[in-house]
């Protein structure tokens, strides 16, 4: 079976494999922070605090380290697309 990378420059695809498991680190360790306040999204556990379901501290701190592992994600899903984009026009 042919890998993904084969097409790619070395360069490149060990720019894409490094983005990519960082897009995968940001997304379990999002998840861990969410799955150990119960919370399924940001939103359900920004909710969960303000109905005083749980505790304020420390739980506003895990929504806000929630927050930046997601938009950090985002961002860096950006940057993997600028990266593929580039990687095929050479």
Known sequence: MASFYDDFEFDDAQQLEQLSRLIFELRENRDAILKASGAADEIEL???????????HPSYEHYLSARILADTRETVRAMMAECLSEARRT
């Open 46 to 56: 920004l909710e969960r605090i303000y109905n005083g379901a749980i505790p304020e």
